[in-house]
């Protein structure tokens, strides 16, 4: 029978309906209570020390249960031993740690008598706990002590087998406490701040631009902040790794009298490459009229004014796949031109030009109607749930970050009638993360009631930013980078109430790791339906800039996320790209209710794409290449199936709705391959789509169908890269 992926450890936590008013009230009046609780010490919370780290045992059962897949995170590999007494497997913390707790997940052939041992040296023992009636399942077992080395001695087995464990965690803390965190102060190295008399803009736009024009995968990383006020006779050049923005509260408080510009003349005029970069929060008055603003994937423009027409192509009307608008006013028309695909939300527009394959507009004064398949536009009227990104402004001389009110039936942007509504949190109460800090301090900070500001730079994380407290801000400047070292997963969000994430990357590191981002915990049940968690400009990256890998970078648990603008892309180029180099089966699983994704774009991963589990999930606009350097069809082969979906409903699922959506296949390793569809989806009568396409660039493998068996094949349009489409399914 045909695989249908893997499922998530446990079912999804499914909700038959919302709650009634009083459970809002007691969660609003609970949040209302925390928020005025003084913010305590901080303390250092016992973290997971073992996942990725050097690891041996006494024996392996074969050649697919070594010892390191009890200490990768992924619930799906174990270790087991010879069927033999006694067993042992070990694992090197790298340094000494003041140990905590040792959790045990065994398989069914576990141990009914084992010691936990610790050791400064490896090679003297010490037992920190012992027990005859070991039980199986999961069992976590409290120590305390310090030592580098701890291992598990099984002496007795449960049944005829080895010992076998899915999992060995050990935690702890390694002394690196950094006490109470200052929170304010500067913005660091690599944000520079302007006013109207700051001598020298211009060349410091053009030097960094120099930097960074080309520097697709480099560690360069910068934020221009325009105090209010206006600025004439400027072009600010774009580039990779930079972000353009006005610290006014309304767009229109900031106005630069020149030009904005994203081209490609780096790559020849080819712009599928302009990827990590932003504009926000500014007013421009083009020099002729047009701004140029010629991007792919992972640029947002968001809260701009163009005083005159926007053109989204490069110079020249060469190759482009973005993008992304949302918030802004654009006077004159947008001309699209060569652009693949794009999603506005929430915005004005005089007009719109040219279609190319996938063109969505939800909640946009001026969009086109609705045309699809033909011109290829998708418009909804207005955004059923949005909240606008979080966003640092200056309050006369204070810093100041000011974070959206919610939106529902949104239309048109926030700041046209005047001072949008929401919330001004003072730089004070922020930690400003700068270049060098550690986890241990970010941790700290959030558990001393901090938000955090990411200044612009790179940072390598030992252990999971975990953020356990509702209505935290994560606000990164400049694209901050975060990557996970040993296979530990970047960050981790509980479940619960507001939490806004947004405007940083994360860069998967070469030892993998079970997730890069998880939103709530698995089997998350809190309704947030009030007050849900943002996702926005929020991009994962596996490989590209080296080897990196991942099983699965994003997993929403949490019900009534909100997903703005994300790009999760397995390289396809730079270093550290091959099938199995920068391996990362799965891109983004769904399995909260009530997720809504406005503007997805997933890409390249070696199995499923996106999976939703989730009830009554929304997508609106969706874009995915599926993985170019599959080696042949049976690399592939989904049990009978050819080809993982780009998008895939789980059987399980009752209600479900998606508008826009498109997947392009480019197998120029073997360009005979196929996929039977594009998409997956259940038939069911809550289960719906609209305006959805598939294309085969060049005629580098073909799709057999759009979705499930539904749609025309592309193989009649062999290399003429014209789209499959289907209006509506079921």
């Known amino acids: 029978m045909p695989a249908v992926g893997i499922r998530p450890a446990s079912p999804p936590s499914h909700r038959p309906g919302r709650r009634g008013l009083v459970g809002v009230l007691v969660t609003a009046l609970a949040a209302a209570l925390l928020a005025v609780v003084p913010a305590t010490q901080a303390q250092a919370a016992p973290v997971l020390l073992?996942?990725?780290?050097?690891?041996?045992?006494?024996?392996?059962?074969?050649?697919?249960?070594?010892?390191?897949?009890?200490?990768?995170?992924?619930?799906?590999?174990?270790?087991?031993?010879?069927?033999?007494?006694?067993?042992?497997?070990?694992?090197?913390?790298?340094?000494?740690?003041s140990l905590s707790r040792v959790e045990l997940r065994w398989e069914a052939a576990y141990a009914k008598s084992y010691r936990i041992e610790t050791?400064?040296?490896?090679?003297?023992?010490?037992?920190?706990?012992?027990?005859?009636?070991?039980?199986?399942?999961?069992?976590?077992?409290?120590?305390?002590?310090?030592?580098?080395?701890?291992?598990?001695?099984?002496?007795?087995?449960?049944?005829?087998?080895?010992?076998?464990?899915?999992?060995?965690?050990?935690?702890?803390?390694?002394?690196?406490?950094?006490?109470?965190?200052?929170?304010?102060?500067d913005l660091g190295p690599n944000v520079h701040v302007f006013d109207p008399s700051t001598p020298g803009i211009q060349a410091k736009l053009d030097q960094v631009f120099k930097e960074q024009e080309s520097a697709q995968f480099g560690s360069g990383r910068h934020a221009f902040l325009f105090k209010p006020g206006t600025y004439d006779n400027l072009n600010a050049q774009i580039g990779f790794y930079t972000q353009i923005a006005g610290l006014g509260l309304s767009p229109d408080d900031t106005t630069i009298n020149g030009d904005i510009t994203v081209d490609a003349g780096w790559f020849n005029g080819n712009a599928t490459q302009n990827f990590w970069r932003g504009a926000e929060n500014l007013a421009v008055k083009p020099v002729n009229g047009t701004n140029r603003w010629a991007v792919s994937q992972a640029a947002s423009f968001r809260r701009m004014h163009v005083k005159g027409g926007l053109n989204l192509a490069p110079n020249g009307y060469g190759w482009a796949s973005g993008g992304y608008i949302a918030d802004s006013r654009i006077d004159g028309q947008v001309g699209n031109y060569s652009q693949q695909q794009w999603y506005t939300r929430d915005s004005s527009?005089?007009?719109?030009?040219?279609?190319?394959?996938?063109?969505?507009?939800?909640g946009v004064e001026g969009a086109p109607a609705t045309s699809f398949p033909e011109p290829r536009y998708t418009t909804l009227g207005t955004t059923p749930i949005s909240r606008e990104k979080p966003f640092l402004y200056l309050d006369g001389g204070e810093y100041k970050v000011f974070a959206p009110a919610k939106r529902t039936d949104a239309?048109?942007?926030?700041?046209?009638?005047?001072?949008?509504?929401?919330?001004?949190?003072?730089?004070?109460?922020?930690?400003?993360?700068?270049?060098?800090?550690?986890?241990?301090?970010?941790?700290?900070?959030?558990?001393?009631?901090?938000?955090?500001?990411?200044?612009?730079?790179?940072?390598?994380?030992?252990?999971?930013?975990?953020?356990?407290?509702?209505n935290t801000i994560v606000l990164g400047l400049g694209l901050a980078t975060i990557?996970?070292?040993?296979?530990?997963?970047?960050?981790?969000?509980?479940?619960?109430?507001?939490?806004?994430?947004?405007?940083?990357?994360?860069?998967?590191?070469?030892?993998?790791?079970?997730?890069?981002?998880?939103?709530?915990?698995?089997?998350?049940?809190?309704?947030?339906?009030?007050?849900?968690?943002?996702?926005?400009?929020?991009?994962?990256?596996?490989?590209?800039?080296?080897?990196?890998?991942?099983?699965?970078?994003?997993?929403?648990?949490?019900?009534?996320?909100?997903?703005?603008?994300?790009?999760?892309?397995?390289?396809?180029?730079?270093?550290?790209?091959?099938?199995?180099?920068?391996?990362?089966?799965?891109?983004?699983?769904?399995?909260?209710?009530?997720?809504?994704?406005?503007?997805?774009?997933?890409?390249?991963?070696?199995?499923?794409d996106v999976e939703w589990y989730g009830e009554r999930g929304r997508t609106i606009f969706y874009q995915n290449e599926k993985a170019y350097d599959a080696p042949?069809?049976?690399?592939?082969?989904?049990?009978?199936?050819?080809?993982y979906a780009a998008y895939r409903v789980d059987d399980s699922v009752d209600t479900h709705e998606a508008w826009g959506l498109g997947s392009y296949c480019n197998y120029n390793v073997d360009p005979n391959i196929r996929q039977d569809h594009g998409f997956k989806t259940p038939v069911k009568p809550g289960v719906k789509f609209h305006s959805l396409l598939v294309v085969s660039l060049g005629g580098m493998g073909h799709?057999?169908?759009?979705?499930?068996?539904?749609?025309?094949?592309?193989?009649?349009?062999?290399?003429?890269?014209?789209?499959?489409?289907?209006?509506?399914?079921?």
């Open 50 to 97: 073992s996942q990725g780290k050097p690891v041996t045992a006494s024996s392996q059962e074969h050649y697919g249960t070594p010892a390191t897949a009890a200490v990768d995170g992924d619930d799906g590999t174990r270790w087991s031993s010879a069927a033999s007494d006694p067993q042992w497997i070990r694992v090197d913390l790298g340094a000494p740690a």
């Open 119 to 185: 050791s400064p040296n490896g090679t003297d023992w010490t037992t920190a706990h012992s027990t005859t009636t070991g039980a199986g399942g999961t069992e976590t077992v409290n120590v305390s002590g310090t030592a580098r080395y701890v291992r598990m001695l099984g002496t007795v087995r449960a049944t005829p087998y080895g010992y076998s464990l899915w999992e060995f965690k050990v935690y702890g803390t390694t002394g690196d406490d950094p006490g109470p965190v200052t929170p304010g102060g």
């Open 349 to 362: 527009i005089g007009g719109w030009s040219n279609s190319v394959w996938n063109q969505v507009f939800s």
């Open 411 to 470: 239309r048109g942007t926030t700041w046209a009638s005047g001072t949008p509504q929401g919330e001004s949190i003072p730089l004070s109460r922020f930690y400003v993360v700068k270049p060098g800090a550690t986890a241990a301090t970010i941790n700290a900070a959030l558990a001393q009631g901090l938000h955090l500001l990411f200044t612009p730079g790179v940072y390598h994380v030992d252990r999971t930013i975990t953020v356990e407290r509702a």
């Open 483 to 608: 990557i996970p070292d040993n296979g530990v997963t970047a960050m981790k969000v509980a479940d619960v109430d507001g939490v806004r994430l947004a405007g940083f990357l994360i860069d998967a590191g070469p030892v993998n790791s079970p997730t890069l981002l998880e939103i709530g915990p698995q089997g998350a049940s809190t309704d947030h339906a009030a007050n849900p968690t943002t996702v926005q400009d929020v991009y994962i990256r596996i490989g590209g800039a080296g080897a990196g890998k991942a099983t699965t970078s994003m997993v929403v648990n949490s019900h009534d996320t909100i997903i703005d603008h994300t790009w999760v892309w397995r390289a396809d180029h730079g270093e550290g790209v091959g099938w199995e180099t920068n391996r990362a089966d799965y891109g983004v699983r769904v399995n909260g209710d009530d997720v809504l994704a406005t503007g997805l774009f997933v890409e390249h991963f070696n199995k499923y």
């Open 632 to 643: 042949n069809q049976a690399a592939i082969q989904n049990g009978t199936t050819k080809g």
């Open 703 to 730: 799709y057999n169908h759009v979705i499930n068996d539904t749609g025309a094949s592309t193989v009649p349009a062999g290399t003429s890269t014209v789209p499959s489409t289907v209006v509506s399914f079921p």
